[in-house]
């Protein structure tokens, strides 16, 4: 058994009809009253559906201007890369201009000291005679040693030998 | 000043001395003692040539002043005349005459290095070998002298100097 409040309710959404309806019509004391207080409550519910879907819309764009406030702002604090001579590309060419100048400079020093040349530093042997006649199958040869002395050796082979007897002081 | 720190970077160069010795080389079962002259070469010679004894038969030890000296290291047999035509900044120039009696054997020119020492091999004499050993040592009296004056720094990093720039520019 519906009470009035549920069958008004019904009544106002348009939900009773047949004979239910004409006994709820033929119940109320004013029916054009209550007519017209259904013709607003239909208005007042438009107004609550349009209302809502457009409060709805606003809330989207709402959250949208807040997302892209919160990125802006979030980009405004990240550091800014500070602008720098030393790009990519020049730290690139920078390399490639030492590395390049790094072995001219090898090659030319490496020119000027040729291993087998003899350092400064060492005692060089600009040249050596043999007599010929005495000693015809004298060879010369000269190295360093390899230990911490650094000691030049004129090596010949081939000279004349000489008695015990030469060994005097 | 640059004057001065040129007279004493000669100065220091000039007080040295180069040691030339006529050495036999051999195999005895009992070797002596080696000479304190070769004592810093004992092992190498060693290794060079493998005789465990070497005797000093002659030697000079000459003070060089300008660079310009000769001198003669003597034994009974041997005479090694050195000529010196020179000092370089690395060394002394060096004309060596090795003698037999009045007969030359070898002649060489060499620039003798401060800091490597010259070893010449000789001929054959009896189950031996005749060596020529030259090595460049701090005159003694300067070399107390610079131990018992430490190095002037001025004058130590002007020698450097001027090695770097006679490196560049030859």
């Known amino acids: ?169 | 000043m640059f004057l001065i720190l040129a007279l004493s970077a000669v100065s220091a160069d000039a007080a040295q001395a180069v040691w030339s010795g006529l050495v036999i080389a051999e195999n005895v079962p009992q070797p002596a003692p080696i000479p304190p002259e070769l004592t810093g070469l004992e092992q190498t010679l060693k290794d060079l040539f493998g005789y465990n004894q070497f005797e000093v038969i002659g030697q000079s030890n000459k003070t060089l002043k300008t660079g310009d000296e000769d001198w003669l290291a003597n034994s009974k047999y041997f005479a090694l005349h050195v000529d010196a035509r020179g000092e370089n900044d690395s060394g002394y120039s060096l004309n060596l005459t090795l003698y037999k009696e009045k007969d030359v054997l070898l002649e060489t020119d060499a620039n003798l290095s401060k800091s490597s020492p010259l070893v010449i091999k000789g001929p054959q004499v009896g189950s031996g070998q005749l060596l020529l050993v030259l090595v460049v040592k701090d005159d003694e009296l300067a070399h107390r002298r610079r131990h018992a004056e430490p190095a002037n720094p001025i004058t130590t990093a002007w020698q450097r100097l001027r090695r770097a720039i006679h490196n560049v520019i030859p």
């Open chain 1, 1 to 169: 058994m519906k009470t009035f409040e549920e069958k008004w309710t019904a009544w106002l959404d348009g939900q009773l009809s047949g004979r239910e309806l004409t006994e709820f019509e033929a119940s109320l004391p004013d029916l054009a009253t209550a007519e017209a207080e259904k013709r607003d409550a239909q208005k007042l519910g438009s107004f609550l559906k349009e209302q809502l879907t457009t409060q709805a819309l606003s809330n989207e764009e709402f959250f949208n201007h807040q997302l892209r406030e919160r990125i802006a702002s979030d980009t405004q604090d990240r550091p800014r890369a500070t602008s720098t001579w030393w790009t990519i590309p020049r730290l690139v060419w920078s390399g490639a201009t030492a590395l390049a100048l790094f072995v001219i400079t090898t090659v030319v020093l490496m020119t000027q000291h040729q291993p087998g040349e003899q350092s400064e530093y060492l005692t060089q042997i600009l040249n050596t005679r043999v007599d010929p006649a005495a000693n015809p199958s004298a060879t010369i040869s000269i190295f360093e040693s390899k230990t911490d002395n650094k000691v030049t050796v004129l090596w010949t082979e081939g000279l004349q030998t000489l008695p015990a007897d030469y060994a005097a002081k």
